[in-house]
Antibody, heavy 122, light 107 residues
């Protein structure tokens, strides 16, 4: 059974970088079929796909246009996890952030991490 | 971007009754539609993908139907554990997009 465990701070100051980690058990971040994804949810934006990383003989990354200039999603093969880094945050980045697996890179997500509420405030 | 619209926003149903949730896409997503259940403080849970394929372990009372732009999630006989928010999501076009959710509450 695949499980995703999120970690990271719940409070980030404006202009700083939001960083979260998602630890994977029961699968590999280097899977040649899965894609590892970050999604966020806020009252103003609803559920919003942010980006993904996946391995197909080499590493690939796709990012949402809305955050493309500020986002990095990195795999960590040593610890079998992946991370989200979102720079230059503003209060509009306040949201619950979820990691999720796209098992066959089809576009649907299972499972999801437990979610992390990140508040951007000074 | 494909806009997903769910209705109603809130559905009040008695336990044991049938619940029908709707999801409309602003353009065709063929059959590339998924449904999720989300309870407060928990991770969203995949219910249905490919419009009508149940995810492993999902009870048979959950079923999905539709194609193109109109989709339906039906819960045949609501159990107490089914009261939650339900989201649809299209994965036919990038960016992937979600509906705003339908809250199923106890009547």
């Amino acid at each position: 059974q695949v499980q995703l465990q999120q970690s990271g701070p719940g409070l980030v100051k404006p202009s700083q970088t939001l960083s979260l980690t998602c630890a994977i058990s029961g699968d590999s971040v280097s899977s040649d079929s899965a894609a590892w994804t970050w999604i966020r949810q806020s009252p103003s934006r609803g559920l919003e796909w942010l980006g993904r990383t996946y391995y197909r003989s080499e590493w690939y990354h796709d990012y949402a246009v809305s955050v493309k200039s500020r986002i990095i999603i990195n795999p960590d093969t040593s610890d079998n996890q992946f991370s989200l880094h979102l720079s230059s945050v503003t209060p509009e980045d306040t949201a619950v952030y979820y990691c999720a697996r796209d098992q066959s890179s089809s576009g649907w997500f299972d499972p999801w991490g437990q979610g992390t509420l990140v508040t951007v405030s000074s | 971007e494909i806009v997903m619209t769910q209705s109603p926003a809130t559905l009040s149903v008695s336990p044991g009754e049938r619940a029908t949730l709707s999801c409309r896409a602003s353009q065709s997503v063929t059959s590339n539609l998924a449904w999720y259940q989300h309870k407060p403080g928990q991770a969203p849970r995949l219910l249905i993908y490919g419009t009508s394929t149940g995810a492993p372990g999902i009870p048979a009372r959950f079923s999905g139907s539709g194609s193109g732009t109109e989709f339906t999630l039906t819960i045949s006989s609501l159990q107490s554990e089914d009261f939650a928010v339900y989201y649809c999501q299209q994965y036919n076009n990038w960016p992937l997009t979600f509906g705003g959710g339908t809250k199923v509450e106890i009547k």
